[in-house]
């Protein structure tokens, strides 16, 4: 069982920027492939960005990039968001997620992932 914890989210305002922290309680975290979920009010929890196993190759939604990086610790545990130029619409919860290493590994697809954290909120304000 691999636990998640997010950190870093609050209140900013347009244009901010915030990093989210995810660290795992997994020793083999560099055998997980991560990714980074939201959910906005009244809608679906969608894919934002995800970062292979190994680390190396990410992955982005179309509508954060360029504004927002993945990144990994594999030495902490750990994997962050990186979110510059903060929309109004970027407002949600932002959820962590480890998915086992594969030969497939399915990045955006949300059933794909074994393992979620609680969320950290992010609120954009304009």
Not at 78 to 87: A, D, I, R
């Amino acid at each position: 069982q691999v636990q998640l914890v997010e950190s870093g989210g609050g209140l900013v305002q347009a244009g901010a920027s915030l990093r989210l922290s995810c660290a795992a309680s997994e020793d083999t975290f560099s055998n997980y492939a991560m990714g980074w979920f939201r959910r906005a009010p009244g809608k679906e929890r969608e894919f934002v960005s995800a970062v292979r196993w190994g680390g190396g190759a990410t992955y982005y939604a179309e509508f954060v990039k360029g504004r927002f990086t993945i990144s990994r610790d594999n030495a902490k545990n750990t994997v962050y968001l990186q979110m510059n130029s903060l929309k109004t619409e970027d407002t949600a919860v932002y959820y962590c997620a480890a998915q086992r290493r594969a030969y497939y590994n399915d990045y955006t697809n949300r059933a794909a992932y074994n393992y979620w954290g609680q969320g950290t909120q992010v609120t954009v304000s304009s």
